[in-house]
């Protein structure tokens, strides 16, 4: 258990957490390292869409065409 990675989170008092790094992450249970995140696509937290690939997309065509 010694040998094990470090999480090494930045903690609220500044310095690296030091708890073991859940296997095959980088970060331990406490600093999400048993999340494995929001899926690829997410669209049920989807709001607007301005910071979208889509309309990121949208907007540097419309930047070429117009300048």
């Known amino acids: 258990m010694?040998?094990?990675p470090r999480c090494l989170?930045?903690?609220?008092?500044?310095?690296?957490c030091?708890?073991?790094?859940?296997r095959g992450r980088?970060?331990?249970r406490m600093h999400g390292g048993k999340n494995?995140?929001?899926p690829k696509g997410n669209r049920r937290n989807w709001?607007?869409?301005?910071?979208s690939a889509e309309h990121a997309a949208l907007k540097a065509t419309v930047?070429?065409?117009c300048g």
């Open 2 to 4: 010694h040998l094990a």
């Open 9 to 16: 989170a930045k903690t609220r008092g500044g310095t690296e």
């Open 18 to 22: 030091q708890a073991p790094a859940v």
């Open 26 to 28: 980088k970060r331990c």
């Open 36 to 38: 494995p995140g929001a």
């Open 47 to 51: 709001k607007h869409g301005l910071r």
């Open 63 to 65: 930047r070429a065409l």
